[in-house]
């Protein structure tokens, strides 16, 4: 089992940056990849970055591309989003997500890559 928790969101002005950090416990050695999803009020839960550990092949939502990125430390236990010139349809719920298989792909955007999830940090951006 992992457990995961995210923190770090907030309240931040359009133009600002905020850095999410995802807090792994359990088994996290048997993480193959992991992922950040957003969920906006009346849309669906979407993945903005994934990360395939074993070659860092990354994947970007074309709305973050050159805005957001994944890291993590070198323990391999804080997973981290670092997401700057914020816009506000950067708004929602953010949910850092690990998995445990051998992901292809094109299966790092999908949520039913990913077993195990943290409870979601509010990211809210407004002037």
């Known amino acids: 089992q992992v457990q995961l928790v995210e923190s770090g969101g907030g309240l931040v002005q359009p133009g600002g940056s905020l850095r999410l950090s995802c807090a792994a416990s359990?088994?996290?050695?048997?993480?193959?990849?992991m992922a950040w999803f957003r969920q906006a009020p009346g849309k669906e839960r979407e993945c903005v970055v994934a990360?395939?550990?074993?070659?860092?092949?990354?994947y970007h939502d074309d709305s973050v591309k050159g805005r957001f990125t994944v890291s993590r430390n070198n323990d391999k236990t804080t997973a981290y989003l670092q997401m700057n010139s914020l816009i506000p349809e950067d708004t929602a719920v953010y949910y850092c997500?690990?998995?445990?298989?051998?992901?292809?792909?094109?299966?790092?955007?999908?949520?039913?890559?990913?077993?195990?999830w943290g409870q979601g940090t509010q990211v809210t951006v407004s002037s």
């Open positions: 997500a690990m998995g445990t298989g051998s992901p292809i792909v094109s299966s790092l955007a999908l949520a039913s890559t990913y077993d195990y």
């Open positions: 359990g088994r996290t050695f048997s993480t193959s990849a």
């Open positions: 990360i395939r550990w074993r070659d860092r092949h990354t």
